[in-house]
């Protein structure tokens, strides 16, 4: 089972009054220390991670960005060949 599955949901004035030993434990663990999970009524809407697994995500959260701008463009049509969109710059491309 991985450490991001199981998460107890604490509630906002838990996650508050934990902080300090969440950031200890932060410090100690690096990227692999779990994250604090948050939210009213123990329904989770936030999560606090360790700043090292954040440096390390946002990569893939770009990328993940990258590909919701590209499916969105593909699905309302705003697409043209590359050959259209090397003429159109001025491009020749090497064939």
Do not use: N, W
């Not at 932060?26 to 220390?33: L, P, Q, V, Y």
């Not at 936030?46 to 590209?70: C, G, K, N, Q, S």
């Amino acid at each position: 089972m991985s450490k991001y599955e199981a998460q107890i949901v604490r509630t906002s004035r838990e996650a508050r009054e934990e902080l300090g030993d969440v950031v200890r434990r932060f410090r100690e663990r690096g990227a692999g220390a779990a994250p604090l999970i948050f939210g009213a009524h123990r329904r989770p809407e936030a999560a606090i991670i360790p700043f090292d697994l954040y440096r390390e995500i946002v990569p893939l959260l770009e990328d993940l960005e990258i590909a919701r701008i590209a499916r969105a463009r593909l699905a309302s049509g705003e697409t043209e060949s590359l050959d259209e969109l090397a003429t159109k710059l001025g491009v020749a491309l090497p064939r």
